[in-house]
């Protein structure tokens, strides 16, 4: 299957501060990569849609200026937590989109203190 | 809107049991449904996928099922291991275009004992 990569896999900062998480398709262009967080013990949720070259699409509820998203290529998306808070802490997985499937990332364990 | 569920929400098996994982979703109209594996604090990795217009796959010891019209896939194990301890998540995808997204269960966590 194709590969995604995540860079960190974890990172710990101190509130207030910004985080960007990178994404990077490696074997393949994906012109549609999705953002996803995951609290412990339950399932994903997507954030938001991020097409290349094009403002990414948020869900509900999730604050498009504090989770700054750019999909700059066809092989890398970034996500950038601002001024960075406890309650963000959480994992953060990406997704690139290769044919009729999705591949995911290994994703990012983001702890604020 | 759509909704996935999976049962149980957790499982415990002796190792060479054979069993069955359950996903239901209430809309009917989906493009596909795939299954996913998660090992704790890791990413996804995709284990099958079920066009809308098939009724299962296989892959070595894992069978999936679906019947789209009555909204349930099933995820069938055989010879359980160690190894497949993990998170069981199903997604369904609406239709096929570039920003349809994926609906998730809550997964089922799987361990399998020696």
């Not at chain 1, 001024?83 to 364990?109: L, V």
């Not at chain 2, 098996?13 to 069955?20: C, D, F, K, W």
């Not at chain 2, 993990?86 to 020696?114: D, H, I, M, W």
Request: aromatic share 8%.
């Amino acid at each position: 299957g194709a590969v995604v990569s995540q860079h960190p896999s974890w990172v710990i900062c101190k509130s207030g501060t910004s985080v960007k998480i990178e994404c990077r398709s490696l074997d393949f262009q994906a012109t549609t990569m999705f953002w996803y967080r995951q609290f412990p013990k339950q399932s994903l949720m997507l954030m938001a849609t991020s097409n290349e070259g094009s403002k990414a699409t948020y869900e509900q509820g999730v604050e498009k200026d504090k989770f700054l998203i750019n999909h700059a290529s066809l092989t890398l998306s970034t996500l950038t937590v601002t001024s960075a808070h406890p309650e963000d802490s959480s994992f953060y997985i990406c997704s690139g989109r290769a044919n009729y499937e999705q591949f995911f990332g290994p994703g990012t364990r983001l702890t604020v203190l | 809107k759509q909704e996935v569920t999976q049962i149980p929400a957790a499982l415990s098996v002796p190792e060479g049991e054979n069993l069955v994982l359950n996903c239901s979703f209430t809309d009917s109209a989906i493009y596909n449904l795939q299954w996913f594996r998660q090992d704790p604090g890791k990413g996804l990795t995709s284990l099958l996928l079920i066009q809308s217009s098939q009724r299962e796959q296989t892959s070595g010891r894992l069978n999936a099922s679906l019947d789209k019209s009555s909204g349930r896939s099933t995820l069938y194990i055989a010879a359980s291991q160690p190894g497949d301890s993990a998170t069981y998540l199903c997604a369904v995808k609406r239709e096929e275009t570039s920003g349809s997204r994926l609906t998730f269960g809550e997964g089922t966590q799987l361990t399998v004992n020696p």
